[in-house]
């Protein structure tokens, strides 16, 4: 019997997808169809994107980095 295997798909497809779909010029039933990814994925991935993005251009992003690398300089 075959199982159905998930598909792992790589930062850059999730990044074109997500930006077709903000960009809002079709549905998310279009891109579901164009690129082969089920519409409540796509939705995911752009509630993330959104979410993530305030952190992008924060400061406390830049010190979390810091404090991660002192944590691994340590041990």
């Known amino acids: ?3 159905n295997m998930r ?3 790589n930062g850059a497809f999730k990044a ?3 930006l077709e779909a903000i960009k809002g010029e079709k549905t998310l039933a ?3 169809s164009e690129f082969g990814v089920h519409a409540n994925q796509i ?4 509630r ?3 979410e993530e993005l305030p952190n992008l ?3 406390r992003r830049k010190k979390q980095n810091r404090a991660h690398e002192g944590l691994i300089s340590e041990l």
């Open 48 to 50: 993330q994107l959104l």
């Open 16 to 18: 074109k997808v997500v």
């Open 30 to 32: 279009q891109l579901s």
């Open 43 to 46: 939705g995911r991935w752009r």
């Open 7 to 9: 598909k792992v798909h």
């Open 57 to 59: 251009f924060s400061d």
């Open 1 to 3: 019997m075959a199982r």
